[in-house]
Nanobody
C-alpha cells in the first residue's frame, strides 16, 4: 500500500519561495502519476499540478502556471513542488497524491487519485 507524507510547509513571505516535498513508502513511485492539490479556508480542494509516470506529461492549473514547478525523483521515491513569488491567495493546505494508472491529464481530475498525503499548511503572509 502506497503511503505519502508531505514536508516543507510553513510561512513564506509574498515574493519569496517555498518547496514542498512528498515522500512515498510502501511501493515505488515509478508507475504512478503524481499530483499536488490544495484547499484554502472555506473553499473546495483544487488541483495544482501533475506529472505522469513517464514524466512526459506535466500539467499545471492556470492559477499557478509560471510560478510553481513540480518535479519527481524516482530514485529517491519523492516528488516536489517549488512555489515562487506566491501571493497571499496561495495560502492553503497542500496535499500530494498519486494515481495508479500513471497518467496526468490536461484537466487534472482529483477522483483519479487513489493515494493521498495528510496535508501540509502553507501560509503566505508578510
Amino acid at each position: 500500500q502506497l503511503q505519502l507524507v508531505e514536508s516543507g510547509g510553513g510561512l513564506v513571505q509574498p515574493g519569496g519561495s517555498l518547496s514542498l516535498s512528498c515522500a512515498a513508502s510502501g511501493d515505488t513511485l515509478d508507475y504512478y502519476g503524481i499530483g499536488w492539490f490544495r484547499q484554502a479556508p472555506g473553499k473546495e480542494r483544487e488541483a495544482v499540478s501533475c506529472i505522469s509516470s513517464s514524466g512526459g506529461s506535466r500539467n499545471y492549473a492556470d492559477s499557478v502556471k509560471g510560478r510553481f514547478t513540480m518535479s519527481r525523483d524516482n530514485a529517491k521515491n519523492k516528488f516536489y513542488l517549488k512555489m515562487n513569488s506566491p501571493p497571499p491567495e496561495d495560502t492553503a493546505v497542500y496535499y500530494c497524491a498519486a494515481e495508479s494508472l500513471g497518467s496526468c491529464t490536461r484537466r487534472i481530475t482529483m477522483q483519479h487519485f487513489d493515494y493521498w498525503g495528510q496535508g501540509s499548511q502553507v501560509t503566505v503572509s508578510s
